[in-house]
């Protein structure tokens, strides 16, 4: 019966918690940045830690912001966030194409959106225009645009 029972919580250690990204519940789950309600299946993101704990974001931008004043590096286990061309698919954000263009407005106005594939951000591109990014880009344009935006507030 101990046996068993030993068993029963290894299992539920090793497959209850699990690491990968946790479905959004659109229009009632909040940014766990900006705390609005997360609406938009194109832009939403996620942050897993290696602890389990899931971060969910309405957008890219507010995912970068919050993991440079909430978290360190070593503590992710994973960062997703939804393939513009397929709503509501999270696909690993370390891996995703990026494209800057004012053509797609996105919910925190960074504008920028993500995809799967090489060929899929180059269609985009050919078809609306923009700058592509790679993940150190769009980190870096998002915490330097939130930067503009606090000093704007104070002047």
Request: aromatic residues 12%.
């Amino acid at each position: 019966m101990n046996f068993l029972l030993l068993i029963s919580v290894i299992g539920l250690l090793f497959f209850g918690c699990s690491r990968g990204p946790e479905p959004i519940d659109y229009g009632k789950d909040a940014c766990a940045a900006c705390k609005m309600t997360i609406m938009d299946n194109k832009y939403a993101a996620e942050i897993v830690t290696k602890k389990g704990k899931v971060y969910k974001f309405d957008a890219i931008e507010c995912l970068f912001n919050f993991k440079a004043k909430n978290l360190k590096e070593e503590d992710i286990f994973s960062e997703w966030v939804c393939d513009f061309s397929d709503p509501g698919k999270l696909i690993n954000l370390r891996k995703a194409y990026f494209l800057h263009t004012e053509a797609f407005q996105s919910p925190m106005g960074l504008d920028v959106l993500a995809v799967a594939t090489k060929d899929k951000v180059k269609e985009i591109q050919t078809k609306y225009g923009g700058h592509i990014m790679n993940y150190n880009e769009v980190r870096d344009f998002a915490i330097q645009r939130k930067m503009m935006n606090e000093m704007e507030m104070k002047h």
